[in-house]
C-alpha cells in the first residue's frame, strides 16, 4: 500500500557528487520522518541522515559538512545530496518513511547502490 521508490545511485569517483531521490506513495497522507540507511559490506546498517515533517535534520558525524538532506513535504520525496564523496561512502543507501515520531520505520525503499572508486 505504501511504496517508496529510489533512485540517483552510481558509480563516482572520489571528490565527486550524487544526489539521491526518494518519492513515497500509496496510502499515507503524512509522514513524520524521512531518511537514509546505508549498509557496507562488513558493516552494520547505519543511519546516514534524517529529516522530519518539521524540516529538523540529522546526520552521521562522518557525513556532517559533506551530504545534505532535503524533502518536500507535499510531494513525500526526500532526497540526499553527497558531495565530497569518499571511498568509505561506498553502500547500499535504503531510503525510510515513519509516519510516527517513535518506533522502527515500517516504510523502506529497495535500496540503490553507491559506490566511490577511483
Known amino acids: 500500500q505504501v511504496q517508496l521508490v529510489e533512485s540517483g545511485g552510481g558509480l563516482v569517483q572520489p571528490g565527486g557528487s550524487l544526489r539521491l531521490s526518494c518519492a513515497a506513495s500509496?496510502?499515507?497522507?503524512?509522514?513524520?520522518?524521512m531518511g537514509w540507511y546505508r549498509q557496507a559490506p562488513g558493516k552494520q546498517r547505519e543511519l546516514v541522515a534524517t529529516?522530519?515533517?518539521?524540516?529538523?535534520?540529522h546526520y552521521a558525524e562522518d557525513v556532517k559538512g559533506r551530504f545534505t538532506i532535503s524533502r518536500d513535504n507535499a510531494k513525500n520525496t526526500v532526497w540526499l545530496q553527497m558531495n565530497s564523496l569518499e571511498p568509505e561512502d561506498t553502500a547500499l543507501y535504503y531510503c525510510?518513511?515513519?509516519?510516527?515520531?517513535?518506533?522502527?520505520?515500517?516504510?523502506w525503499g529497495q535500496g540503490t547502490q553507491v559506490t566511490v572508486s577511483s
Open positions: 525510510y518513511a515513519n509516519p510516527r515520531p517513535r518506533g522502527p520505520p515500517p516504510y
Open positions: 529529516i522530519t515533517s518539521g524540516i529538523s535534520t
Open positions: 500509496g496510502s499515507i497522507s503524512s509522514i513524520y520522518a
